[in-house]
């Protein structure tokens, strides 16, 4: 008798731990970070958090930048800034920060952060302001469960856009990662890379092409400086190598290539975008690439299927004159960012 209760209550503890397992895994993907917004606005006095909100249907959720925005030494990004609020409002910050991004997620953002600590030293102030709490977090609409609102969190070399709806991330994009340096060569924190995968897997992919290969995936001039402050990238007709006439091993760097992308991202939100890949056709994506595969040799790809567009450059020196040291990468969705292809 005791034998058969104990296994009718294990039964039903298994029950319970299954039921509230499925519930997590069930639970809509932007309810923490609605929760997280929430938090953080909260902790704002009214003068911070009138400069931290605007409207859902403001022109300023499309204002995205990647580049120091500033007039004599002061701030023009929208926003409130890192250096502006206290340990506590930071500390929310970070984690409505972390409420949206994986892990490595995580960690790349404030690693991009911590880079401009590094560029003052090299600047000796004769660049741009290079601060690590220049980094500027704006709220778009009220986050609540069962409206529709967004997020960013933007500075130099850094712009993470994130749109939800009724608790559901319904857009992760645009997401720009930048760095400078790329590498870092000298001092406390040499050898450091931010974004390696980026760069090193695209060099990858196409050192292993054929010379057949290489003829359709080369490009003879370098793309261009990736255009901010838009609702949607500007794409044509994808060009390169099709996802199509590449080996099998081939189409795994490719996959890991985008997954070095998209790893950053929510796990959940993550797979949902590479079913739409896979929905679209992955054989569909054109890989593209400019310049050499060798370290401090310019280099820009693009990566076009039908539902994204990956732009990444890396042909600036660093602020210490090293070439091609500096890296600007981001993801779009198609045909538009900020939850628009969703309609």
Do not use: C
């Amino acid at each position: 008798m005791w034998a058969r209760k104990l296994v009718l209550v294990a039964s039903g503890v298994l029950l319970l731990l299954g039921v509230a397992f499925f519930a997590r895994e069930a639970e809509p993907t932007g309810l923490k970070m609605t929760e997280a917004a929430q938090r953080f606005l909260k902790t704002l006095p009214p003068d911070l958090r009138k400069k931290a909100t605007f409207a859902f249907d403001d022109p300023e959720r499309f204002n995205w930048h990647f580049v120091p925005l500033e007039q004599n030494r002061k701030p023009t990004r929208k926003g409130v800034a890192l250096f502006e609020m206290n340990e506590t409002q930071q500390e929310a910050a970070r984690e409505l920060l972390r409420s949206a991004v994986s892990a490595e997620g995580y960690q790349t953002a404030i690693t991009i952060m911590s880079l401009e600590a590094i560029l003052h030293e090299l600047e000796q102030g004769k660049g741009p302001t290079r601060d690590p709490q220049w980094y500027f977090f704006t709220v778009f609409g009220e986050p609540s469960r069962d409206g529709e609102w967004g997020w960013r969190v933007e500075g130099h070399h850094l712009s993470l856009n994130f749109t939800v709806s009724k608790g559901e991330v319904v857009s992760s994009t645009p997401a720009f990662w930048g760095a400078n340096p790329a590498t870092v060569l000298s001092g406390p924190k040499k050898g450091l890379r931010t974004i390696p995968d980026h760069d090193d897997l695209a060099r990858e992919l196409f050192a292993s092409l054929d010379e057949q290969q290489r003829k359709i995936a080369y490009q003879p001039k370098q793309f261009p400086e990736v255009q901010a402050r838009n609702k949607a990238a500007s794409v044509s007709q994808p060009v390169g190598l099709p996802a199509a006439q590449m080996r099998p091993e081939q189409k795994e760097i490719l996959r890991k290539l985008l997954d070095a992308y998209l790893r950053k991202l929510l796990p959940q939100v993550a797979e949902a975008e590479k079913r739409r890949i896979e929905a679209a056709g992955f054989d569909r994506i054109h890989f593209a690439y400019a310049g050499g595969t060798e370290p401090r040799q310019p280099r820009t790809y693009r990566i076009q299927g039908p539902t994204f567009l990956v732009e990444f450059l890396n042909v600036q020196p660093d602020s210490a004159r090293n070439p091609a040291n500096h890296i600007h990468s981001v993801w779009r969705s198609l045909p538009g960012d900020f939850g628009l292809a969703a309609k």
